[in-house]
Nanobody, 122 residues
Framework: QLQLVESGGGLVQPGGSLRLSCEVS??????TGWFRRAPGKEREGVSC?????KYADSVMGRFSMSRDNAKGTVYLQMNSLKPEDTGVYYC????????????????????WGRGTQVTVSS
């Protein structure tokens, strides 16, 4: 069973930064993504990486996603955080070629971590 474990969440002030990490139990090339669920809202795609990275409009220019291919660890660098970024952040894996394009649609992802809480508040 492929396992994903997120870390790096916490409480930050608006305008602050966090770096989330996702440790993947299998070192391999997969399409990976970050998703979040804000209080009282549906889960939404934040970013993904395959042949290239994609970002939700709401985080464009503020977040960046990367992957350490040797370790199978994916990262989400979150800058200029806003209160509306608050939520539980999940990493996910879609079994597919890393060189293929990715999607921010959560239903296509096969494996999920349990999430890490990000709270942006003064």
């Amino acid at each position: 069973q492929l396992q994903l474990v997120e870390s790096g969440g916490g409480l930050v002030q608006p305008g602050g930064s966090l770096r989330l990490s996702c440790e993947v139990s299998e070192v391999d090339y997969y399409i990976t993504g970050w998703f979040r669920r804000a209080p009282g809202k549906e889960r939404e795609g934040v970013s993904c990486i395959g042949s290239s990275t994609k970002y939700a409009d709401s985080v464009m220019g503020r977040f960046s996603m990367s992957r350490d291919n040797a370790k199978g660890t994916v990262y989400l660098q979150m800058n200029s955080l806003k209160p509306e970024d608050t939520g539980v952040y999940y990493c996910a894996v879609e079994k597919g070629p890393y060189t293929a394009s990715c999607t921010l649609l959560s239903e296509v992802y096969d494996y999920w971590g349990r999430g890490t809480q990000v709270t942006v508040s003064s």
